[in-house]
């Protein structure tokens, strides 16, 4: 599986941007997909995920906000983010969860090294 993410930049408070991760890999629309983000010095934060029944779970923070999505036939994986905050200013990251095939957990915001991940792309949001 291989995951390029693209669409971050920079934007001012209430902006909003649109990211993309473009996927690689057989079956790949049986994953669970999502999207994590880093700041500086923070941990990793699951920010959504979305299932290969298009069921969506999101973090606290984004929830109203962001808006994931996936096109199958075009094997692309979206992040609509609006209202964009200085607190949002992160590396975002694409995720695909193939543990969830094999049953070993539930569908979510990913936060686990054993995923398989992108290699990023930043978003930075100005106040």
């Known amino acids: 599986v291989q995951l390029v993410e693209s669409g971050g930049g920079s934007v001012q408070a209430g902006g909003s941007l649109r990211l993309s991760c473009e996927v690689s890999g057989y079956a790949w629309s049986t994953f669970c997909m999502g999207w994590a983000r880093q700041a500086p010095g923070k941990e990793r934060e699951g920010v959504a995920s979305i299932d290969n029944d298009g069921i969506t779970t999101y973090g606290d923070s984004v929830k109203g906000r962001f808006t994931v999505s996936r096109d199958n036939a075009k094997n692309v994986l979206y992040l609509e983010m609006s209202g964009l905050r200085p607190e949002d200013t992160a590396m975002y990251y694409c995720?695909?969860?193939?543990?969830?095939?094999?049953?070993?957990?539930?569908?979510?915001?990913?936060?686990?090294?054993?995923?398989?991940w992108g290699q990023g792309t930043q978003v930075t949001v100005s106040s």
């Open positions: 995720a695909a969860d193939l543990l969830v095939i094999a049953g070993l957990r539930r569908c979510q915001p990913p936060t686990s090294d054993d995923n398989y």
